[in-house]
């Protein structure tokens, strides 16, 4: 009766403390919420449990690894993430969550195996980086990074397609896009909104989008 109520214990424990990450998710309205962190824990702890008895009863103590079902959560664990992940313009959203599935995954193999502490401790800091790290991203992301740019150039079809494309291989976030006539013939104006990292210059910016053809000027404001 002892191992039984062992067994009900951490798995009881790995969906409290897969829940805890998931309540966190699930008040962003995230896709993978309370209930999905709660089942890959829980999951993660089962499959633990399992990988041990197989080795304890069926290889004896002696034959088979443990670990080789277990391995498998870790990887595997990634086709939920990857359906978390989604561009949304010309951004990645979902990373967070994906991660958090993949912690999650461990916490329940932790549990599963009897490694409480570093278990409740793992929980304790993902909940605390998921809770704080976005104020202390938002003191870090200033408002001095964010640069308007007007750029001026030849209208033809795919050139803001072209322009996002320097940008992104500059590391730079484009928030928004905005496009106006002028009075030049066959000139456009399009306005970025851009966040721009620390070490990059606007020297920098202008070098690489001054390669594109049909550039005809370029305004930082």
């Known amino acids: 009766m002892g191992y039984e109520i062992m067994v009900t214990l951490r798995l009881l424990l790995a969906a409290l403390l897969g829940g805890l990450i998931?309540?966190?998710r699930e008040?962003?309205?995230?896709?993978?919420?309370?209930?999905?962190?709660?089942?890959?824990?829980?999951g993660s702890c089962l499959i633990m449990i399992t990988s041990i008895e197989i080795f304890e009863t069926v290889g004896h103590g002696t034959i088979g690894d443990p670990a080789r079902i277990a391995a498998q959560v870790v990887s595997g664990i990634g086709f939920l993430g990857a359906g978390t992940i989604m561009r949304s313009g010309f951004g990645i959203k979902g990373l967070t969550t994906a991660?958090?599935?993949w912690i999650v995954a461990a916490i329940g193999l932790a549990v599963g195996i009897g490694s409480y502490v570093a278990a409740i401790v793992a929980t304790?800091?993902?909940f605390l980086i998921l809770v704080y790290m976005p104020r202390l991203e938002q003191k870090?992301?200033?408002?001095?990074?964010?640069?308007k740019v007007e750029i001026k150039m030849l209208d033809k079809p795919g050139q803001?397609?072209?322009i996002a494309s320097v940008m992104g291989e500059l590391n730079i976030d484009i928030r928004n896009i905005e496009m106006s006539e002028t009075d030049l013939n066959n000139i456009v104006k399009?306005?970025?909104l851009i966040v721009v990292p620390y070490c990059l210059k606007e020297a920098e910016i202008v070098e690489n989008l001054n390669q594109l053809e049909g550039i005809n000027q370029i305004i930082f404001s």
């Not at 919420?33 to 089942?39: D, F, M, P, S, W």
């Not at 870090?140 to 640069?147: C, I, L």
């Open 22 to 24: 998931g309540l966190e």
């Open 140 to 147: 870090v992301k200033t408002t001095h990074r964010y640069k």
């Open 160 to 162: 803001i397609g072209l």
């Open 190 to 192: 399009i306005t970025f």
């Open 99 to 101: 991660a958090s599935l």
């Open 124 to 126: 304790g800091i993902v």
């Open 27 to 42: 008040s962003l309205n995230k896709s993978a919420g309370l209930r999905t962190h709660i089942l890959v824990s829980l």
